[in-house]
């Protein structure tokens, strides 16, 4: 009987691992055990090899091919998805920062603040804190090192390896969604229909995309007035048409959503019903392995972005400058959405080196002994 | 002499490929093979991780499975890609020591 550890090890493995190795591996560990061998040694090293296995995929003929061509064609789905989130997560974060750094107020420029700008470590947007009432400033001011919260450079670095990993994905995206649209050019006989699904994605996009610009222009179209606020004129600003914002947004978000799974779905019926030639896609499927392999790092990204953000406390001192990350009830929605895409990503990708090994098996004679 | 680890220092690919040129072998005695052949450990995290490799590309196939215990043998292909492998190997090897002057 072998330790429960191992047994854990091995059932942290993916299913088509599972159904394939299970039995042999769980064999030749109780062998080990029987010499002797740590445990606990074997069961880390069982760990690790089910990361491996998770992030690289299935192999040969460890899924039936309609569950390929899904996996792919989901890829393809969440292109759009993937495209606008980047876009709502920026929004919601917001240009305003807050933690107990310190800035230089006076005499600084006024920068572009957009993650990955390098002047974004450097400058913020920033609002002080003075006898109880807000000013809200439309200034930036440098930062002075060393006083940054390590809570903010936390989040600042994922929120850096977000942007990046999120190029990554999104050439990865595209390139799987051409892929399948260049397999149904090469059909012999292809049927108008396929054509018009193929599109659904960039239909969603277009849609998501439009109504999301038109909201972040409304966003950004301030209203100032002066009111009192504890005995003190300060600055309130709002935007001018909230309503409308927010109906566009709420509007927004369930269409889009709806679309992207519309998309979803007419991909899958696309891929259940065209082949992909890997020969012609060595382009997509290079790519997509990379990305399949750079979605772990995106997930730990975002821990660190989750866990800076969390961790930042209030202003307590009056008069205090403070710079830290905005963030609403959105970002729980924002992250759920991309682990989804992530791991649809991750299956898309596996998917086509899949795909791949079977046409290279299959075109490459091989003399057996 | 304390055991190492393999996957550090050693190539556990080319061990896996020259263990199975001797003949077909499942995954313990490939272990105890690569032990008795290096003196290093290798787990079966890391077996099996070569092994799902060198089959996906066609170097070692599976053959029937036996009271639980699946043998794995090298192809045509695989002996190919561990000739080339040690080939390359050799020279390297060859040349470095030619250069140390032993």
């Known amino acids: 009987m072998t330790p429960s550890s191992i047994r854990i090890a091995l059932r942290l493995h993916p299913r088509w691992w599972r159904e394939r190795y299970f039995d042999e591996v769980e064999m030749v560990s109780a062998d080990l055990l029987g010499e002797g061998r740590p445990a606990w040694r074997l069961a880390a090293g069982l760990c690790l090899d089910a990361l491996r296995q998770w992030v690289r995929g299935p192999i040969l003929d460890t899924m039936p091919t309609s569950g390929l061509r899904s996996q792919l064609a989901g890829a393809g789905a969440a292109l759009p998805f993937a495209l606008v989130l980047p876009l709502v997560m920026y929004t919601m974060m917001g240009q305003t920062y807050r933690s107990s750094t310190v800035l230089q107020v006076s005499g600084s420029p006024t920068l572009d603040l957009t993650w990955p700008s ?21 200034r930036t001011g440098p930062l002075v090192h060393g006083s940054m919260s390590w809570a903010t450079y936390l989040s600042g670095v994922g929120a850096f390896l977000i942007s990046w990993l999120t190029v990554l994905l999104l050439i990865g995206l595209l390139v799987a969604w051409g892929c399948v649209r260049y397999s149904i050019r090469k059909t012999a006989t292809p049927r108008r229909t396929w054509r018009v699904l193929s599109w659904t994605p960039g239909i969603a996009l277009v849609f998501v995309s439009t109504i999301y610009l038109w909201v972040n222009h409304l966003d950004q179209q301030p209203v100032s007035k002066f009111v009192m606020h504890s005995g003190h004129p300060v600055v309130s600003m709002s935007i001018a048409h909230p309503t409308l914002a927010r109906v566009l947004g ?16 007419s991909l899958t019926y696309l891929a259940s019903h065209v082949e992909v030639d890997s020969r012609d896609s060595w382009l997509p499927i290079t790519i997509s392995r990379f990305v399949g392999r750079a979605m772990p790092l995106f997930l730990i990204a975002y821990g660190f972005w989750i866990v800076g953000l969390r961790s930042q406390k209030p202003p307590a001192v009056p008069g205090q400058v403070v710079v830290s990350y905005v963030h609403s009830g959105w970002w729980p929605l924002a992250i759920a959405a991309l682990l989804l895409t992530t791991v649809i990503s991750l299956r898309g990708a596996a998917a086509l080196t899949t795909i791949h090994r079977r046409s290279s098996t299959i075109s490459v004679p091989v003399s057996r002994d | 002499m304390a055991r190492s680890r393999i996957g550090r220092t050693q190539d556990a690919t080319v061990l896996v490929l020259t263990s199975l040129a001797e003949g077909p072998k499942h995954g313990y005695a490939l272990i105890k093979d690569i032990e008795a052949l290096t003196g290093d450990v290798m787990g079966p ?6 092994l799902v490799r060198l089959e996906e590309e066609g170097l070692v196939e599976p053959l029937a499975e036996e009271d639980r215990r699946r043998p794995y043998r090298l192809t045509g292909k695989g002996a190919v890609a561990l000739r080339e492998r ?5 020279r390297v090897a060859q040349l470095g020591l030619s250069r140390l002057g032993t």
């Open chain 1, 250 to 265: 709420d509007v927004n978000l369930t269409l889009g959503l709806g679309l992207w799974i519309g998309a979803a779905v």
């Open chain 2, 45 to 50: 995290g890391t077996l099996y991780g070569v």
């Open chain 1, 118 to 138: 390098p002047d974004a470590f450097t400058f913020r947007k920033f609002e002080v804190i003075h006898h109880g009432s807000t000013f809200i400033s439309g």
């Open chain 2, 86 to 90: 040690l080939e390359t190997s050799l």
